[in-house]
């Protein structure tokens, strides 16, 4: 997990609101036990809907042939989540309006367990699909709502802290979900591989129910709030940079099963080790990143997409070089873990006044990229060449690293 990407200051509320206890009046001075267990439970459970969402990745091509479906139709898995967790996010905030937003998150892991079920007994493509629509659902509710709970489970001074753990649950995710996947899928099946975070999620209600305390809606979010940050100069550029890089990313990651066993003439035992290599790097840089992003965030993020635009590009022209092959895939895993600190640092500093809608904005902008990326990658594999996604996502990230150099030149003047 990575460092604090948010100033414990700027995300303190501003009145008193429910503690830990579930009482209302300020946060005590320090966390007790039970405040980081809450923390720790939606940790987790963001790390389990991220994996879920990741599971496509690792095991396309397993999914594709028992399914009787084309990689790139089977890429629409990817595709399908991330639009409906785009959609889910606003609103999934604005629907539950002062409800309990524990009650929320226990809502939406329950759809979680239910999408990781149906998928894990698909008979067919379109059950498939019908069961990422309700992991979009889990995710955009989930993240959106759990992404702003710090600040009402610990006190001020541990609020940074709190949200580096959270956060961190979706940046490892991000990093290691696709590798496990595969990993399991390869010994025991595509099927098994959707059902162990069901089990995880199950896990996780549990925890919710017991260890986080009641959190009353501290007031309904409504779209206008939601348009106007939109409206703010700094916001809308990290929406930019997070939407061009993530879908540069997704572009070419969705299909990397097929672009190492094309591209690089691998079997199923090497790929699984060069994911796993992806994923320990992608946590490193997740620690790399947290202990630089205070002081130059988008200088950090300028220096990650570029990482990533170089690492896609020597993987497209390594060939079947192995040594190459496996430097490129641990470069892009270190680059993409820093990724998501900065991007989160860029939009959740742009708007402390608003963590709730920013939490949705963010994820908004997460998912649609995630969509675009698969979708366009998908296409590209199936109109030009599986290795084209590689140059696409190499270009994209090469635009978003331009965008942060530039941020950070308007912040020293």
Do not use: K
């Amino acid at each position: 997990m990575s460092n604090p990407v948010v100033d414990p200051a700027s995300t303190a509320p501003s009145s008193p609101v429910p503690g830990p206890a579930g009482g209302s009046g300020p946060a005590p001075e320090t966390a007790g036990v039970r405040s980081w267990l809450a923390v720790t439970a939606i940790a987790v459970g963001t790390f389990a809907v991220v994996c879920t969402e990741m599971l496509p990745v690792g095991l396309l091509t397993p999914i594709s042939h028992g399914l009787h479906v084309s990689d790139g139709t089977t890429g629409l898995a990817m595709s399908l989540a991330a639009v409906v967790a785009g959609l889910a996010a606003p609103i999934v905030l604005v629907v539950a309006g002062r409800v309990d937003r524990r009650v929320v998150l226990a809502a939406m892991m329950l759809v979680l367990i239910a999408a990781n079920t149906i998928s894990a007994l698909a008979p067919n493509f379109a059950t498939l699909l019908f069961a990422r629509v309700l992991v979009g659902i889990g995710i955009g509710g989930f993240w959106a709502i759990g992404a702003s709970l710090p600040a009402r489970l610990v006190p001020a001074r541990s609020v940074g802290r709190a949200a580096a753990v959270i956060f961190g649950g979706v940046s490892v995710a991000s990093v290691i979900g696709v590798p496990v996947g595969t990993v399991i899928g390869e010994w025991a099946g595509w099927r098994v591989a959707f059902a162990v975070p069901g089990g995880l999620g199950a896990a996780v209600l549990l925890a919710l129910l017991v260890l986080v305390p009641p959190l009353p809606a501290e007031r309904a979010v409504g779209p206008r709030e939601l348009t106007a940050l939109l409206r703010r100069r700094t916001v809308l550029t990290g929406a930019a940079a997070l939407v061009l890089v993530v879908a540069g990313h997704f572009g070419a990651y969705t299909y990397i099963r097929p672009i190492l066993e094309e591209v690089g003439d691998l079997g199923p035992g090497p790929i699984g080790g060069l994911l796993l290599g992806y994923g320990v790097a992608g946590v490193v840089g997740n620690f790399v990143a947290g202990g630089y992003i205070g002081r130059a965030p988008h200088g950090t993020l300028a220096v990650a997409a570029g990482l990533l635009a170089v690492a896609v590009a020597v993987l497209a022209l390594c060939g079947a070089w192995t040594p190459g092959t496996a430097t490129a895939m641990l470069a892009w895993g270190l680059a993409y873990g820093a990724v998501p600190v900065g991007l989160q640092a860029w939009l959740l500093r742009s708007a402390p006044d608003a963590p709730e809608a920013a939490s949705a904005v963010f994820v908004t902008g997460f998912q649609i990229a995630i969509a675009l990326g698969s979708l366009l990658g998908g296409a590209a594999v199936d109109a030009v060449a599986t290795a084209s996604v590689l140059w696409f996502g190499g270009v994209l990230a090469a635009t978003t690293a331009l965008l942060a150099l530039a941020a950070a030149r308007r912040d020293r003047g």
